[in-house]
């Protein structure tokens, strides 16, 4: 999900935009061939992700920095464990240090709470997913921070699915209708998605064959009814009201997909930090 050129890319503009025109702290307080070492630790419990991104960070500002690390993205780490050790030139690991946590505490924040919504589903078979509710510029980040908290990926943009919402109904005239004009343009590649505020939505979408059906905001008796009438015609998504205390009995209603953008927009930076 992301490839070098994309984290490269990435990092720089995010270097560009916090060092401007020069460290006027560090270049002064430093020299060249001054070095350090340092160590990136955890100061809460969680799920660790960004390694690579993190390392990158540093790789572009100076090839001589080394790092080591002791966990991978997707280990779970506590409260005071070491994650890595960093030493090399000062001026450019004292630079670096506030983008490179930015990243990790993002990511690792992210997977921390897509992990707590998975575990809290527990038994059931359905997967917590996320949604276009990122921070702009940055949803591949988002994205696999939460394929890394054992969450699953909704589409990424709106080129990957059909996705009829009330508006394009009201729009279209009706859901059939709206269905109807997708079928004559899309590619055979896409798949088509319907959100559905009512059983007589559900009742409409699956007789327009539809592949995925979200009940939108539905009570757990009535998810239950429509994941019945369904029977595994079409994927049902389950979507409004999501949060950890809710997240099980949805589940528990037999639906395939729960969708939340908690797990991205409201998901806290998980607390680490570079120490001398």
Do not use: W
Request: with cysteine.
């Amino acid at each position: 999900m992301l490839n070098n050129f994309y984290i490269e890319e990435h990092i720089k503009n995010a270097l560009q935009e916090d060092i401007g025109f020069g460290d006027i702290t560090t270049d002064y307080l430093t020299t060249e061939e001054d070095v350090m070492s340092c160590t990136l630790n955890t100061r809460a419990d969680g799920i660790f992700c960004g390694k690579n991104v993190f390392e990158t960070v540093f790789k572009i500002l100076s090839p001589k920095i080394n790092i080591k690390f002791y966990f991978n993205d997707g280990d779970r780490i506590q409260k005071g464990d070491k994650i890595a050790d960093i030493s090399g030139p000062a001026r450019y690991i004292l630079m670096g240090e506030r983008t490179a946590l930015n990243y990790v505490q993002r990511m690792s924040g992210i997977s921390t709470e897509t992990n707590k919504y998975q575990t809290a589903i527990g038994e059931y078979k359905a997967k917590i997913v996320d949604t276009r509710k990122t921070t702009p510029g940055f949803r591949a980040f988002e994205k696999y921070s939460v394929k890394i908290g054992g969450g699953a990926l909704h589409r990424f943009n709106l080129s990957d699915c059909a996705m009829i919402k009330d508006n394009h109904i009201k729009f279209s005239g009706s859901l059939t209708n709206a269905v109807k004009k997708l079928k004559q343009n899309i590619s055979h590649a896409h798949k088509i998605e319907v959100e559905c505020d009512t059983i007589t939505q559900v009742k409409e979408a699956l007789n327009c064959n539809v592949d995925i059906i979200m009940l939108d905001n539905m009570t757990l008796d009535e998810m239950t009814e429509c994941v019945k009438l369904i029977n595994g015609k079409a994927i049902v998504e389950a979507s409004g009201n999501v949060n950890l205390s809710t997240v099980h009995d949805i589940a528990s209603t037999g639906v395939d997909i729960i969708s939340s953008s908690a797990i991205v927009a409201k998901a806290p930076t998980l607390d680490l930090g570079l120490d001398m």
